[in-house]
């Protein structure tokens, strides 16, 4: 095929993934920020917000989020996402579409207990994604589990972990002089990955 496959681009897109990923971290300021889309089922329309990706488990792309988010309520309801990375400098883009599932309690247990401690008390006293009257009253919830866990350890609330993304799809696309972009997409066929360069 394209010799630009040979030179920049595996055959396992995962492996192409992590280069780029590798390559953007060395220039980009948030390289771990991706865009996670979701469908709002109840009102039949896309969602999107800004998650960090917390690297490659197997084959999963993961990254950690409150379970009872309107995220997470929607990849409940339909677990097909769409993930984005958008590295400005590195003039790169890559869109992933996969299944979701939830990582094992044993594996978010092992990445809150790395987390530094006020993000630790941040995602014990959450409730993502529900209103609040005010920020005091959020601001009080926050000091009084540092209160409550003064001396101990801050515990994995059982609503908070990871998210593992099975990948079947990706583009990758290098943004190109006057518009003349490159890009690849890999679609998943059994256990091979067939590989096509679209137009600009
Ligand atoms: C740079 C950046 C990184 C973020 N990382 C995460 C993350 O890793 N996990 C998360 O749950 N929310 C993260 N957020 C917040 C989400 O964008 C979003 O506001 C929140 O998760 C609630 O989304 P939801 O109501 O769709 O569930 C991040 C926001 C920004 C701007």
Request: hydrophobic share 20%; net charge negative.
């Given at each position: 095929m394209d010799n630009l496959i040979n030179y920049f681009?595996?055959?396992?897109p995962s492996e192409s993934f992590q280069e780029w990923y590798a390559d953007a971290k060395k220039?980009?300021?948030?390289?771990?920020a991706m865009t996670l889309s979701t469908m709002d089922q109840k009102h039949n329309r896309p969602d999107s917000r800004t998650v960090l990706f917390k690297g490659m488990k197997d084959n999963y792309l993961t990254f950690y989020t409150n379970y009872n988010s309107t995220k997470a309520k929607e990849l409940d309801s339909n677990s097909e996402a769409c993930l984005l990375f958008y590295w400005h400098i590195s003039k790169r883009q890559v869109r992933i579409q996969g299944k979701v599932k939830k990582m094992s309690t044993a594996d978010s247990d092992i990445y809150f207990t790395v987390r530094d401690r006020q993000s630790q008390l941040a995602s014990y006293i959450s409730e993502q994604s529900s209103p609040i009257a005010d920020k005091d009253t959020l601001m009080k919830k926050l000091s009084d589990a540092d209160r409550k866990f003064q001396g101990s350890e801050v515990p994995r609330p059982e609503n908070w972990g990871g998210i593992l993304f099975e990948p079947y799809e990706f583009e990758f696309f290098v943004y190109g002089d006057y518009r003349i972009n490159d890009r690849f997409l890999y679609k998943k066929s059994h256990n091979d990955w067939i590989i096509t360069r679209l137009q600009p």
């Open positions: 681009l595996r055959k396992d220039v980009e300021q948030n390289p771990e």
